[in-house]
DNA sequence: CATATTAGGAAACAATCGTTTCCGATATCT
DNA sequence: AGATATCGGAAACGATTGTTTCCTAATATG
């Protein structure tokens, strides 16, 4: 069995709490949080959070054991920051893929296609936090269960928003299922992170060709 | 780093080389190679591969740790022989579903419903031993990443051929693309695994009734 | 300049990991 | 029945895990 730890890390980097009380006499060599999460976020995609050792942790994040005891909890922690931190950044670049699209049906298929890119190469053999969470993790830990559902649910509203835009401007027929077509464009750009960390090679254009015929 | 053995299982149990040299004189207990390694499929599948002990296994297994080392060469060759057994399962339910299907369309039909049915419910939460392989342990293991790929290759090219038999048949137009699409429908079928357990609901007979709008 | 406070780093912690070894129990063959 | 080969089980192995602790080096403030 697995101990779970439900708890959310306790940065203490941010956690000066009034600066008129508690002041910052001195303080060495700066610190960025944001950049050494994103360290976290590569080792932890690309080896899973179990094949990650606080030792590759460390030299990712090119921190000492102590500095990242002091800023997190325990490793649990740092995964759950850096699984914030992933989302937050994918979440920006997919919206900002879609966004450049004058229809419904255009900020679809840039959201298809940034997914397969995001997919291949470098990146796709790295793999996804959210995919990854949810295969290693879901069964045993119902803190980032709940995570990788919302991150899932929230994802899905999003592309049936999209339908429902190209609907609006009449770019997408009225008789498609939104809420189902969602569902299944959900398992599609899942299942091409699967599909890219098992290094199959994987055809933007094409792929997205034949998935846009689901909004026919 | 991981140290990676990229050897396979020097199973003992059929090991009699030649019954004439080797006698077997004596042997206690009945012991079943298959249903101990089925057992193995469910604590992997569900716990993945670094996270599941010896201990775990031998429980599972309902075999004693010396047992097991004397079967397998070591973990990874129990994973190994796992991963098999487990290939050799799902192609057989796979195919099984697909026959039963007058035309081409219909095969395709079969197989897509069973492949949501699999990825539901408490075989959905366990989850799919090749997703979890290949979002673990491609990225470190040359050896199960080759297995995976295959695999994938493999489903592939039968949906593939599922669709060409539809196009022979008449049930599916020729302007399909077939490999194309047969390549978007991994995505699908490896994508229902990663949202099944991520216990999302999902709803079989809309999903591919959805999906079947890719072979228009 | 002196002081307070933080990160870096190494060393040590208990716990658990995968693995090996040993021996008694069990069942088959001569 | 007696000999023999295997499985079950437990105990012990070193290695590695995550975590804690202590000390040094470095810096912004008073």
């Known amino acids: 069995m697995e101990t779970i730890i439900p708890y959310?890390?306790?940065?203490?980097?941010?956690a000066?709490?009034?600066?008129?009380?508690?002041?910052?006499p001195g303080r060495p060599r700066e610190f960025d949080m944001d950049t050494a999460l994103d360290r976290a976020v590569r080792v932890f995609?690309?080896?899973g959070y179990h094949a990650?050792?606080?030792?590759?942790l460390t030299a990712a994040m090119r921190l000492a054991?102590?500095?990242v005891y002091k800023a997190f909890r325990d490793k649990h922690a740092v995964f759950l920051a850096a699984f914030e931190r992933y989302v937050v950044l994918r979440q920006e670049q997919t919206r900002r893929a879609a966004a450049q699209g004058g229809t419904g049906r255009e900020r679809l298929r840039n959201l298809l296609l940034s997914y397969v890119e995001h997919s291949q190469?470098?990146?796709g053999r790295r793999g996804c936090l959210v995919v990854g969470s949810a295969v290693e993790l879901s069964a045993v830990d119902p803190v980032v269960a709940a995570l990788v559902s919302a991150r899932l649910e929230t994802n899905e509203g999003f592309?049936?928003?999209?339908?429902r835009e190209g609907q609006a401007d009449g770019s997408i027929p009225r008789h498609v299922a939104a809420d189902d077509t969602a569902r299944l464009m959900i398992c599609i750009t899942?299942?091409?992170r699967v599909v890219g960390k098992a290094r199959l090679s994987l055809d933007g254009k094409r792929l997205v060709a034949v998935a846009m015929k689901l909004l026919a």
């Open 65 to 67: 054991t102590g500095s």
């Open 190 to 192: 899942q299942g091409l």
């Open 8 to 14: 959310y890390p306790a940065m203490q980097k941010t």
């Open 16 to 24: 000066r709490k009034s600066r008129s009380v508690v002041r910052p």
């Open 45 to 47: 995609s690309e080896r």
């Open 121 to 123: 190469g470098s990146e």
């Open 52 to 56: 990650t050792s606080i030792g590759d």
């Open 159 to 163: 592309i049936a928003g999209l339908i």
